[in-house]
């Protein structure tokens, strides 16, 4: 039997506006948090959701969605359980890439840097943020492992329910906080025609003056 897929020659142009030269903050995380708010009063779903992009140690990619939890220092946060395929990546080489996609507002935006581990202090203190059940799930799952069933997950998280009971939930040795160093940051706002327009900041260290620069789309 054939496959059957929509229309994927189906065309759409983005109309929605323009990124004129200059429009921007000269300091790319101010210009982060500026788009991050308008996503959020646009009312994009996910707004902070980001595609993290990692190579392992024999140079095969995977990505996937993370959350963003926090701009500090001009760095992001995200968290996650650093035995899992990303974190195992990361270890590997800690060069990742980062893309938010605001679709609904035609633009999306991509960060080029590196991760390192955040202190166990805030990966505390973020973790005992979280809801109950979030905490208690991040002691029931091997984040990537294979598992029998969903019913094996299903009686791990009953498990740990009864360990913990009404008492407190310590943060996981293997669960915490990366923070990504940009080295490049791209806005992309999508125009007619796909003539779309690309602003992209680079540097070579942290200490580095941010270079502007527009790109051919």
């Known amino acids: 039997m054939a496959e059957s897929y929509p ?14 030269d200059g429009e921007l903050d000269s300091d790319p995380i101010v210009a982060l948090g500026d ?9 994009v779903h996910d707004f902070n959701a980001m595609v993290l992009a990692t190579v392992d140690a024999e140079g095969r990619p995977s990505s996937r969605n993370v959350l963003l939890r926090g701009v500090e220092n001009g760095r992001l946060q995200f968290f996650t359980n650093r035995s899992s395929r990303k974190g195992l990546d990361i270890e590997a080489n800690p060069r990742v890439s980062l893309l938010f996609s605001w679709l609904p507002v035609h633009r999306q935006l991509r960060v080029d840097g590196t991760a390192v581990k955040l202190s166990d202090a805030t990966s505390d203190e973020y973790f005992d943020s979280r809801p109950r059940d979030s905490r208690i799930a991040a002691w029931a799952s091997a984040q990537s492992e294979v598992l029998a069933s969903r019913d094996a997950l299903d ?12 008492g407190p939930i310590p943060r996981p040795d293997f669960w915490g906080g990366y923070a990504v160093v940009p080295t490049i940051v791209e806005f992309w706002q999508g125009r007619p025609s796909r003539l779309h327009d690309r602003i992209r900041y680079h540097r070579d260290a942290p200490d580095a003056p941010w270079v502007i620069e527009r790109l051919a789309p």
């Open 155 to 166: 009686a791990a998280m009953l498990d740990q329910v009864a360990r913990f009971g009404d």
């Open 7 to 20: 229309d994927l020659n189906e065309r759409f142009d983005y109309e929605w506006g323009t990124l004129a």
């Open 35 to 43: 788009w991050l708010h308008h996503a959020a009063s646009s009312d």
